[in-house]
């Protein structure tokens, strides 16, 4: 995940402010989705050198990951000020899915975007990029907080399960932009999944590996 790293040794450097380029590159993304985030068009409202955006943000899916990376920042803050009130772990699970979901429905263009980086496949032939830590697994971790506090280990059949749910709400949220699903029914997906993977026992000890 590409972030701005700023030394303080330029006036270049102290110049940058990462939090104004997020935030113009989130508005744009507002206005007309992914193809709206051009870096040009960032750096004028940024009010920054072009040259020195792509110095901290090489590609303009680096600098939607950043405002993406912002977001479930936002969500974490919020999960652990009102932890999901829910009976059981599959419930405060789902919680945590749909308060997601209800952000992106806020924002079609921010999920547009999120859904392109993340969720397009590559082009034939593309060497892959090694998945690095970031927005996937913190998100992992807001859910496994939720389902069972902070002095839970997760087992591996729980990460496995919650990983499932991950992939649900990315095809709902998906199938929801190109207006196949409502956005009571993705609701519905997700509840139900949740209350079917997430029961106890969840299944025998190591019957499963923690995706990466």
């Known amino acids: 995940m590409a972030t701005a790293r700023m030394n ?15 935030e113009t590159a989130r508005q744009l ?27 901290y943000y090489p590609s303009k899916d680096d600098l939607i990951r950043a405002f993406v990376d912002a977001q479930v920042r936002l969500l974490r803050a919020d999960v652990v000020a009102r932890p999901p ?45 090694p998945i690095e830590e970031g927005h ?11 389902a069972w506090g902070s002095g839970h280990q997760p087992t591996d059949d729980e990460y496995l399960a919650l990983y499932l749910l991950e ?3 990315n095809s709902s949220v998906i199938s929801w932009l190109n207006g196949h699903m409502t956005p009571d029914y993705v609701e519905r997906r997700l509840w139900f999944a949740a209350a079917r993977l997430l029961v106890e026992p969840s299944g025998p000890p190591g019957g499963g590996r923690r995706a990466d």
């Open 8 to 22: 303080g040794r330029s006036p270049e450097a102290q110049a940058f402010r990462a939090d104004r380029v997020i």
């Open 136 to 146: 996937r697994a913190s998100f992992i971790d807001i859910a496994a907080y939720a």
């Open 167 to 169: 992939s649900l709400l």
């Open 85 to 129: 009130q829910d009976a059981n772990p599959g419930a405060r699970a789902a919680a945590v899915f749909i308060r997601a979901f209800h952000a992106m429905t806020r924002d079609r263009g921010f999920a547009q975007a999120a859904m392109c980086i993340y969720h397009t496949p590559q082009p034939l032939g593309t060497q892959a990029r």
């Open 29 to 55: 993304a507002t206005e007309g989705g992914y193809e709206a985030v051009q870096m040009r068009e960032v750096a004028k409202r940024a009010r920054v050198a072009l040259a020195t955006l792509y110095r």
